[in-house]
């Protein structure tokens, strides 16, 4: 019989660092489930949106999120992401959703909301979430937290060659990634910052096969680990 014990695995990480596809590859190596929290909050920004909830009203996004289904579903390239029954994959990718969803995510409600259906999610371990706060708030206890972090140019740059759609110079998407961060890391429920447990990997320099390789090397530790102390 295997010793291997199914992990929890949090990797948060500013925009455009590598989380998802990190995450993605992690999850097919180890057979895993990989979930991404961010998703979450694109969604119930996607129906703030569309609702015309405005997005500093916290009590009626909290109401919101309450009346909503949102279900993530693993694929090989990312999470489906549906609304209520919808596929909303693609639309939550949107410029207009990615900041509403950065604007949402500072209420202290909204937040709650969300960690308890992550902390559902990931009740039975093997799986690996992505976001800004699953090593410090969702999974505390988690046996891998990985903070994947690189420099805000690099990461700007990433995020221009995923989606070259010509609408917003690479100038543009640094900006946005910039002010994304700056809301992240210094709103007042659960900024964005390292866990004291995690390893930071700084991917500026490295190619996504390293930071797999960093990630596999971490993970495979903590599994001889857990197999040696049952
Ligand atoms: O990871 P992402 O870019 O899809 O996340 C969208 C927004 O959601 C991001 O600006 C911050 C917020 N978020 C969060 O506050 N906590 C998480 N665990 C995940 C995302």
Do not use: C
């Not at 010509?166 to 910052?193: F, Q």
Request: proline share 5%.
């Amino acid at each position: 019989m295997s010793m291997r014990k199914k992990l929890v695995i949090a990797i948060d990480g500013p925009a455009g660092a590598g989380k998802s596809t990190l995450a993605a590859r992690l999850a097919q190596k180890l057979g895993y489930i990989n979930l991404e929290s961010g998703a979450m909050y694109r969604a119930l920004a996607l129906k703030a949106l569309a609702s015309g909830v405005g997005l500093e009203d916290e009590a009626a996004l909290l109401a919101l999120a309450q009346g909503s289904r949102i279900e993530l579903q693993p694929a090989s390239d990312g999470n489906r992401v549906r609304l209520d029954g919808r596929d909303v994959s693609q639309r939550i990718r949107e410029p207009d959703v990615t900041d509403a969803a950065s604007k949402l995510s500072v209420h202290p409600g909204v937040r709650a909301w969300m960690v308890a259906r992550q902390r559902e999610m990931g009740a039975q371990g093997g799986i690996i979430m992505e976001g800004r706060d699953i090593g410090t708030k969702v999974f505390p206890d988690a046996e891998v937290k990985i903070f994947l972090d690189a420099a805000p140019e690099v990461r700007g740059d990433r995020r221009f060659r995923q989606k070259p759609d010509g609408s917003l110079p690479p100038e543009a998407v640094i900006a946005e990634l910039r002010e994304r961060d700056r809301r992240d890391r210094t709103r007042a429920a659960s900024p964005l910052v390292p866990a004291p447990d995690a390893v930071i990997i700084d991917s500026t320099d490295m190619t996504i096969d390293e930071v797999m390789a960093r990630a596999e090397a971490i993970t495979a530790a903590r599994q001889k680990q857990k197999a040696a102390t049952h």
